[in-house]
């Protein structure tokens, strides 16, 4: 055990902005997803808390790593660089990804903290070493998966939508189709999850499955939870019948399946996110241990995704309540059976991405799901100006992004070097 | 993701809806008024004027209210021209509705014992299409809801036929009561002219009713 006194002034500057990343992506975002659970009394806050907490701890220290590991070596080319550049740039970048999301909490600005980092470190690479020092194919597979995750996550919400439309809405009774359909949803979600963390995926706890043990594995994960599913549907009030409202009953209990999915949400959101936070602190703690007797274990740690993870559920704890306290007071026009397609749609979509370690934006795959809802007729009104704003911050991310992680790293070189 | 919320807007469901109960509670006046008419009592009449003038002026807030939060780009279950369309003949049942409680007052109109019971038939029925035309605009939560699925599809077109029907009975009730306003003329004098209109306006609303809901099949329909 090294004794915190040598632990060297990069990693302590990188853990902590890491820290501050890690505590804003969990008190904003996933808060919201709880939220519409918490406002129709399925869940009490505290509740919502913590189920919301557990999902994204598993997310980000069980299927975190792929895509940590691409922000840490994945778009550079690391043999180009020395320690101390790679140190100052990804300090740089953190501290320009951090800057843009404190300014997008203080100025209500959609900035997707994942479009920052990537943002940033090509920034930094291609000014402090060169373009050359820039894997450009595998930036542009990223890019290119910012408009693909959107499309893809809008076409399963349609489908998914027409799915419940045809199986349960437009059924003589909605409210038995739904208790009866929802459980296989529940194992969807559950075998998903499964396949996604032990499929290759559990070198955290060194336990190492063969594809069929894995899938076997998923399997009866998945059959636990069509189970809890069947009882936790069956259990749902529905309420009084309303003549006036001849859905009230069948949405009621479709908020079970919302909560289902908003933690599908959650593990989403940690496994993709949580690379934000700590793929560059991985890069310089690999970077400072290198030559050192700590060079062979450069690799994500364990220790790392959890920290992550527990910045995320603290995050959730201590700013989250609020969030979902005006969330859940607010009537959403989001009904919870368009959530549940949307939210259902858009964590299938992260959480393959989290897998091939691509870093995607939760809230631009979200905002492709509700999209996907809206063109099978299901939603009111969608409010495309907000599409625009969106689509414009995501284009004006990237170079200020870059430009700031520039002047970091030239601040960072100044003061370290 | 607090952008979810600001994605998905303020739907104009509820206030379609609001503004057609508001609406037809215009036409639904009607009723009190020809029997004020009948027995000529004018306090009634300018009581049931001045309730008439409440609800279209409700009416008119939520339609303005309804126009400037559809701006064109705002994805909707709906075509927008449909929606404005429907929104304008629900709108004009109030008018028309505004329309007979005015002449009625500003002429103090008392029917004669022979006009009575083809006036009140007319009305009758006539509200009777503004409610049916209520009833189907009342299902354009439950039409979104099911994504316009075929089942409630069905059903709305069903209750636009009736509509339909209840329309086509006003259209003889308007032809008997033209008929006796016309028998009356040498006697009426001038006032026919009068008597001819409110009849027409009467029938105006069942009239209205059925555009509303014709325009609300191409709505569903698209």
Same mark, same amino acid.
């Given at each position: 055990?090294?004794?915190?006194?040598?632990?060297?002034?990069?990693?302590?500057?990188?853990?902590?902005?890491?820290?501050?990343?890690?505590?804003?992506?969990?008190?904003?975002?996933?808060?919201?997803a709880m939220?519409t659970s918490v406002?129709s009394?399925a869940l009490?806050?505290?509740g919502a808390?913590?189920v919301a907490?557990?999902f994204?701890?598993?997310?980000?220290?069980?299927?975190?790593?792929?895509?940590?590991?691409?922000?840490?070596?994945?778009?550079?080319?690391?043999?180009?660089?020395?320690?101390?550049?790679?140190?100052?740039?990804?300090?740089?970048?953190?501290?320009?990804?951090?800057?843009?999301?404190?300014?997008?909490?203080?100025?209500?600005?959609?900035?997707?903290?994942?479009?920052?980092?990537?943002?940033?470190?090509?920034?930094?690479?291609?000014?402090?070493?060169?373009?050359?020092?820039? #894997?450009?194919?595998?930036?542009?597979?990223?890019?290119?998966?910012?408009?693909?995750?959107?499309?893809?996550?809008?076409?399963?919400?349609?489908?998914?939508?027409?799915?419940?439309?045809?199986?349960?809405?437009?059924?003589?009774?909605?409210?038995?189709?739904?208790?009866?359909?929802g459980?296989?949803f529940f194992?969807?979600v559950?075998?998903?999850?499964?396949?996604?963390?032990? &499929? #290759?995926?559990?070198?955290?706890?060194?336990?190492?499955?063969?594809?069929?043990?894995?899938?076997?594995?998923?399997?009866?994960?998945?059959?636990?939870?069509?189970?809890l599913g069947?009882?936790l549907l069956?259990?749902a009030?529905?309420? !009084?019948?309303?003549?006036?409202?001849? &859905?009230?009953?069948?949405?009621?209990v479709f908020v079970i399946l919302q909560i289902l999915t908003a933690c599908a949400v959650a593990?989403?959101?940690?496994?993709?996110?949580?690379?934000?936070?700590?793929?560059?602190?991985?890069?310089?703690?690999?970077?400072?241990?290198?030559?050192?007797?700590?060079?062979? #274990?450069?690799?994500?740690?364990?220790?790392?995704?959890?920290?992550?993870?527990?910045?995320?559920?603290?995050?959730?704890?201590?700013?989250?309540?609020?969030?979902?306290?005006?969330?859940? !007071?607010?009537?959403?026009?989001?009904?919870p059976?368009?959530g549940f397609?949307?939210e259902?749609?858009?964590?299938?979509?992260?959480?393959?991405?989290?897998?091939?370690?691509?870093?995607?934006?939760?809230?631009?795959?979200?905002?492709?799901?509700?999209?996907?809802?809206?063109?099978?007729?299901?939603?009111?009104?969608?409010?495309?100006?907000?599409?625009?704003?969106?689509?414009?911050?995501?284009?004006?991310?990237?170079?200020?992004?870059?430009?700031?992680?520039?002047? &970091?790293?030239? &601040?960072?070189?100044?003061?370290?070097? | 993701?607090?952008?979810?919320?600001?994605?998905?807007?303020?739907?104009?469901?509820?206030?379609?809806?609001?503004?057609?109960?508001?609406?037809?509670?215009?036409?639904?006046?009607?009723?009190?008024?020809?029997?004020?008419?009948?027995?000529?009592?004018?306090?009634?009449?300018?009581?049931?004027?001045?309730?008439?003038?409440?609800?279209?002026?409700?009416?008119?807030?939520?339609?303005? =209210?309804?126009?400037?939060?559809?701006?064109?780009?705002?994805?909707?279950?709906?075509?927008?021209?449909?929606?404005?369309?429907?929104?304008?003949?629900?709108?004009?049942? =109030?008018?028309?509705?505004?329309?007979?409680?005015?002449?009625?007052?500003?002429?103090?109109?008392?029917?004669?014992?022979?006009?009575?019971?083809?006036?009140?038939?007319?009305?009758?029925?006539?509200?009777?299409?503004?409610?049916?035309?209520?009833?189907?605009?009342?299902?354009?939560?439950?039409?979104?809801?099911?994504?316009?699925?075929?089942?409630?599809? =069905?059903?709305?077109?069903?209750?636009?036929?009736?509509?339909?029907?209840?329309?086509?009975?006003?259209?003889?009730?308007?032809?008997?009561?033209?008929?006796?306003?016309?028998?009356?003329?040498?006697?009426?004098?001038?006032?026919?002219?009068?008597?001819?209109?409110?009849?027409?306006?009467?029938?105006?609303?069942?009239?209205?009713?059925?555009?509303?809901?014709?325009?609300?099949?191409?709505?569903?329909?698209?």
């Amino acid at each position: 055990m090294t004794s915190l006194s040598t632990i060297p002034i990069e990693i302590w500057l990188a853990g902590g902005i890491a820290l501050y990343m890690a505590w804003s992506i969990g008190a904003n975002d996933v808060a919201n997803a709880m939220g519409t659970s918490v406002g129709s009394g399925a869940l009490t806050i505290w509740g919502a808390i913590c189920v919301a907490a557990i999902f994204e701890f598993s997310g980000a220290f069980l299927a975190g790593g792929h895509v940590t590991d691409t922000v840490r070596k994945g778009m550079l080319d690391t043999a180009l660089m020395t320690n101390d550049q790679l140190i100052w740039g990804m300090l740089a970048s953190l501290m320009s990804a951090g800057t843009l999301l404190l300014v997008a909490t203080k100025y209500g600005l959609p900035i997707s903290t994942t479009h920052s980092i990537i943002g940033a470190i090509v920034g930094f690479g291609a000014v402090s070493i060169g373009p050359e020092a820039v #894997k450009w194919a595998k930036v542009g597979e990223i890019v290119i998966s910012w408009i693909t995750s959107p499309l893809l996550s809008g076409t399963l919400a349609f489908v998914i939508f027409q799915i419940t439309r045809s199986l349960i809405l437009n059924r003589e009774d909605p409210l038995a189709r739904v208790r009866k359909i929802g459980p296989f949803f529940f194992f969807y979600v559950f075998f998903i999850i499964g396949l996604v963390t032990l &499929f #290759k995926g559990l070198k955290n706890l060194n336990l190492d499955l063969t594809i069929s043990e894995s899938l076997v594995a998923s399997l009866v994960l998945g059959l636990v939870g069509a189970l809890l599913g069947a009882i936790l549907l069956r259990r749902a009030h529905a309420g !009084k019948k309303d003549p006036g409202q001849r &859905f009230s009953q069948t949405e009621r209990v479709f908020v079970i399946l919302q909560i289902l999915t908003a933690c599908a949400v959650a593990f989403a959101h940690g496994s993709n996110d949580v690379a934000n936070a700590v793929g560059p602190l991985a890069a310089i703690v690999g970077a400072v241990n290198e030559g050192t007797d700590m060079a062979g #274990k450069s690799a994500v740690q364990p220790w790392m995704l959890a920290i992550g993870g527990i910045g995320i559920g603290v995050g959730l704890a201590t700013w989250g309540y609020r969030v979902m306290e005006t969330v859940g !007071k607010k009537i959403t026009e989001l009904t919870p059976s368009r959530g549940f397609a949307a939210e259902l749609a858009a964590a299938t979509t992260i959480v393959l991405a989290s897998r091939m370690g691509i870093p995607v934006s939760t809230t631009h795959t979200l905002v492709g799901a509700v999209l996907g809802v809206g063109l099978a007729r299901g939603i009111g009104a969608v409010d495309l100006r907000v599409v625009g704003q969106i689509v414009t911050s995501w284009v004006a991310t990237l170079p200020v992004a870059a430009g700031l992680s520039i002047i &970091f790293y030239y &601040f960072f070189k100044g003061l370290l070097g | 993701m607090a952008w979810i919320d600001k994605l998905v807007g303020r739907s104009p469901v509820g206030p379609m809806q609001e503004h057609m109960t508001a609406a037809v509670r215009c036409a639904q006046e009607i009723l009190p008024l020809v029997e004020a008419m009948a027995v000529g009592d004018a306090e009634e009449i300018s009581r049931t004027r001045a309730k008439i003038d409440e609800f279209e002026h409700e009416a008119d807030e939520i339609k303005h =209210a309804i126009r400037s939060h559809m701006p064109r780009r705002v994805m909707m279950a709906m075509e927008r021209r449909d929606l404005l369309d429907v929104l304008d003949f629900q709108d004009s049942i =109030a008018d028309v509705a505004q329309d007979i409680a005015e002449l009625v007052d500003q002429r103090g109109m008392k029917l004669p014992p022979e006009l009575v019971d083809p006036f009140r038939a007319l009305a009758k029925r006539s509200v009777e299409a503004c409610v049916q035309a209520n009833l189907i605009i009342n299902e354009l939560d439950e039409l979104v809801e099911t994504g316009f699925g075929d089942r409630e599809v =069905a059903q709305v077109e069903e209750m636009i036929s009736e509509l339909g029907r209840i329309e086509t009975e006003t259209d003889e009730l308007l032809d008997v009561g033209c008929r006796c306003v016309f028998q009356l003329e040498d006697r009426l004098g001038v006032a026919t002219v009068y008597w001819h209109q409110l009849l027409l306006w009467v029938a105006d609303l069942a009239d209205n009713a059925e555009r509303v809901g014709n325009r609300f099949r191409l709505l569903v329909a698209r």
